[in-house]
Each structure stands twice: as C-alpha cells, then as structure tokens.
C-alpha cells in the first residue's frame, strides 16, 4: 500500500469517516477527493472501509461522527495552513486564513539552472505544487522540460523568448499537463510570477 505524504493514522482515519458520513463541507470534501485522486492508497483503502461500515446513503446520513471529530479536523486543517506558509515571511492571520507577505522583504533562492533565481510564495503539499517568483538574469536560458501538471506564467517585466513567441510585460502563458517545452530564454532578463508542479521533469 502506497503511504500517504498527508495524514498519520488518526487523521486518516477521521478524513474517511467524516466523507463516508456525510459530514464533511463541499469544500472538504472535494479536498480529500482530490488527495485520493493524486494515489493515496492508505487513504483510499481507508475510505473504502468506511463506505463499507456505513453502507448506503440513508445510514451514512443517520450516522453521527464521534464527538469533537470536527472540531480536531478543524483544527488540524488550521495547522496544515499555517505549517504552509512557515517559510513564507510575512503577516499571518490565523484566525481568518489569511498571509500578506511583501516580497522584497523575501531573499531569492539559488535554482540549479544558471542566471535563475526565485522566491517560493506558496506550496500545496499535497499536490506538490508551487506558486513562486522566478528571475532570469540577461541572457539565461531555461532548458526543456516536461509539465507534470498544469503551468501558468505571468510576465510581470522584461523578456522571454517562448517556443519562438517573444512574450512581453502582461503576457500569459498556460502549459497542459503532459507538454513539453523546449528552452526558454532571455535577452534583456524577465521577472515571472509562475504557478507550476514541483515534479516537472528537465529534459536537457
């Protein structure tokens, strides 16, 4: 069974039976949707036990959850949440979900592709997904890669030369999963507001 990256035993077991009974919000529960979809086989064996337990919809709705399930759920999802933004300097509000970061007060991280740099301001763990700054230096060059997920760009400034469209300040740009790129580059060097999968693969 493949283990999960998310929960520890308690929690997914309490996932799995708050969505067997009915009890999770439509956002929780597309939430825990999702992460089953990306794999999870201890999560889905998890669920697939639960259903069995409850077995229609007309028990699963007379089911009550165990007592102060959800307000653990809830607490563990607050925990996540601020777990998420740890690295991310910034101002948190907890209590309505809430971080406002200034980016200029962010160091640039080193990437292993020369003349690139970034600011991570976002991951979903679950997902492995990123939402980041990305600097090009004058004349830096991104190598090909393969998306493993869906990509989006935004120029914020500058240049970048995209499969032999010139994209300039404002210029969009969306990947689907599976495409591949060839290299991107740069002449005058370009700032990037990138959305992206962690587990994209470099081809060169």
Known sequence: MTPCELFNDNDRGEWAALYASGALSDAEKLSFEKHIKTGCGACASELAAFQAIFGDLAVAASAAPPANLRERLSARMQADSAASH????????????LLISRSDEMPWQAVPVPGLSSKTLYVDASRKYATSLVRMEPGAIYPAHRHNDVEEVFLI???????GVHMRRGDYCRSTPGSIHGAAKTTGGVLLLVFSSQNDELLA
């Open 86 to 97: 740890a690295d991310v300097p910034g101002i948190l509000l907890q209590n309505v979900g």
């Open 157 to 163: 400034e500058g240049d970048l030369l995209v499969e």
